[in-house]
């Protein structure tokens, strides 16, 4: 039987990405309320034109710059005034930059992938598990794909946000650890998504946006194998390399 998610507060940071709109689609599947902010009006009407087949669940839209602490402050107060509380934030940030080596990045491009990606993680954790953390309630899971950690010369930028975004994540996991508060962060890998072949779904290992987000409604639900465990990995076992818990 799959978990309902009616009556459940969600957010979606980074919903209009090519693995953040499969998870929007399952939390909506699934009735849930998902709020997803994004940075453009244009993201916003692509991502409700992608999930107008789905008739369950509620979708709302937020134009928001996530990098600006106060906006995001904003945001999160009004949530709560609104609803009372938030049971789920899925933070999916996740880097796919590609570029020149370290050597050659230009200080533009430098700034550019610590703003979008370490500085917005850090101000979503930083204001979402604050709130959560004052309530008692609430679950963060952040994603991060697993192929941006091992050490490439062409992505050298987005092996450093990914990094930082896993030394964040031990650091958020510590500050929450004694209250009942969930925290995950989830590397996910040979995901299918548009710039992809869709001849490649249903091949061993590969999976969908949407498994990612099913993935995640198991997590939050403790429906995985180790529920407790900061860093979770999807699909299969890590591989040498990966931070351990």
Partial sequence: MQTSLTG???IVAGGTGAVGVGVVRALLARGATVI??????HELTWLKDDVADISTGKLITLLSDMPDYDKAVDIIE???EEFGRIDLVVSAFECRWSGPSLIDVGICDWQKVIDQYVTAYFVAGRVVLHKMRERNHG???SIADSESIQVKAYSSLAGIATGMQVELSRLFAENIKES???FHHLFINNVVTRDKSPALVGKRGW???EMVGNYIIRLYSGDVEQPKELFQHFPGKPMTGYPAS
């Fill in 8 to 10: 459940k507060i969600t």
């Fill in 36 to 41: 997803v902010p994004a940075r453009s009006l």
């Fill in 78 to 80: 009004g949530i709560l």
């Fill in 207 to 209: 999976i969908t946006p």
């Fill in 180 to 182: 009942n508060v969930g």
């Fill in 139 to 141: 679950t963060f899971i």
